[in-house]
């Protein structure tokens, strides 16, 4: 059973066991900040200032981010609106155009 304590937001999350009790614990600190004790993260433990804690190393989740897929409408109107575009620019030519 994993115990968390201390939830603040944008601190890193951390994982213990104590060496003494057995318990793993979810602990959020600074990253200067280390935890030696149980009784510094569960202040009812029991072992007090006698136990250890072991960090327990955990995977790192990276969120990759993904870009925005264009919709399929949105690719029609885009094609729509070049082509457009395109046929204004053309037909300007066409209306400048005079024999050499």
Not at 7 to 33: D, G, Q, R, W
Not at 78 to 94: A, L, S
Request: glycine share 0%; charged share 35%.
């Amino acid at each position: 059973m994993i115990h968390t304590w201390k939830t603040v937001v944008n601190l890193p999350k951390y994982v213990y066991k104590c060496l003494e009790c057995e318990k793993i614990f979810e602990v959020m600190h600074a990253f200067s900040e280390t935890k030696l004790h149980c009784s510094e993260i569960n202040k009812q433990s029991e072992c007090k200032d006698l136990s250890v804690l072991e960090r327990i190393p955990q995977a790192i989740n990276f969120i990759k981010k993904q870009e925005k897929k264009a919709q399929v409408g949105q690719i029609v109107d885009d094609f729509i609106k070049d082509t457009k575009k395109e046929v204004e620019e053309y037909k300007e030519e066409m209306i400048n155009w005079k024999p050499e």
